[in-house]
């Protein structure tokens, strides 16, 4: 008799959270980028992009604030509920917004949970790692996965003064193996010297993800719009741009705006007798 797979379980060709840590092993470099909406996220899964982020990185990329602060839990879930939805094969991993990771181990299992149960997403992200220990325990007992972010976090930019380069060299390798001996399943390393993120890759057992962090990360994430050029303004130095895609969209609207104008638009083909 056919077992019935309820909605939220992995279907057969799903990238799962053990199937992940797996790919460190089988030495098997990880892709990830970040999506907000249905269809970038049904691009990138159709891309074969390994994992899916939904970030916090919204705020800025999305609602075009100056950092990732004033994003919600209640915004983070209707993004992330529409990636969800998405996505066929990526694992899906979405950011815990601040300050809902900091409010004690009760609100962080209470608000990661929400993020599980209101969307389709399998894994939680939180910035911290010896600080955010016990919550990182916590909710990896209460079955919900977790990716540390060490290294520059974006959420501490007021306390850092901006977005500097990490190079605290002992600190940053005791916040990767604390998230890690605390549960985390994989540790996201950002804006640290290249040869820092490759020694705390080779000592770990789980997966780094790297961004501004060098080659010898087990994989790499970037913000989607900043690698397909969609970001207007400042693009950190570690993002290489892949398309420019600005370009083409002001190019195609130029060109709508034109044959619109001088009756060129729509032709024959796009009427109806
Ligand atoms: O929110 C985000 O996009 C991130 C980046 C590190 C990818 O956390």
């Given amino acids: 008799m056919p077992l019935n797979r309820p909605m939220n379980a992995p279907a057969e060709g799903r990238l799962t959270v053990p199937k992940f840590v797996a790919m460190k092993k089988a030495g098997r470099k990880i892709t990830m980028l970040t999506a907000y909406d249905f269809p970038m996220a049904q691009l990138l899964d159709e891309s074969g992009v390994d994992a899916i982020l939904v970030g916090d990185s919204m705020s800025m990329v999305v609602q075009g604030h100056a950092t990732t602060l004033p994003v919600t839990l209640d915004e983070i879930i209707y993004h992330a509920e529409i990636v969800g939805r998405a996505v066929q094969r990526a694992l899906t991993i979405v950011d815990m917004p601040f300050p809902s990771n900091h409010l004690g181990r009760y609100k962080a299992v209470e608000n990661a949970g929400r993020i599980l149960k209101e969307t389709r997403c399998q894994a939680v992200k939180l910035e911290g790692g010896a600080d955010q220990?016990?919550?990182?325990?916590?909710?990896?007992?209460?079955?919900?996965?977790?990716?540390?972010?060490?290294?520059?976090?974006?959420?501490?930019?007021?306390?850092?003064?901006?977005?500097?380069?990490?190079r605290d060299h002992d600190r940053l390798l005791k916040e990767a193996h604390e998230a890690e001996a605390a549960g985390a399943f994989c540790v996201l390393l950002e804006c640290i010297p290249a040869e820092f993120a490759s020694e705390i890759t080779r000592s770990l057992s789980?997966?780094?993800?790297?961004?501004?962090?060098?080659?010898?990360?087990?994989?790499?994430?970037?913000?989607?719009?900043?690698?397909?050029?969609?970001?207007?303004?400042?693009?950190?130095?570690?993002?290489?741009?892949?398309?420019?895609?600005?370009?083409?969209?002001?190019?195609?609207?130029?060109?709508?705006?034109?044959?619109?104008?001088?009756?060129?638009?729509?032709?024959?083909?796009?009427?109806f007798k």
């Fill in 133 to 166: 220990a016990e919550i990182i325990a916590a909710l990896t007992s209460a079955g919900i996965p977790v990716v540390a972010h060490c290294g520059l976090r974006p959420q501490n930019v007021h306390l850092l003064g901006g977005y500097k380069v990490q």
């Fill in 206 to 271: 789980v997966p780094t993800i790297g961004i501004g962090a060098g080659a010898g990360c087990d994989g790499q994430v970037l913000v989607t719009n900043d690698m397909l050029g969609l970001t207007s303004g400042y693009v950190p130095r570690f993002v290489k741009p892949y398309a420019d895609l600005r370009s083409s969209i002001k190019q195609a609207v130029a060109q709508y705006n034109d044959e619109v104008r001088t009756g060129k638009f729509p032709g024959p083909d796009q009427q």
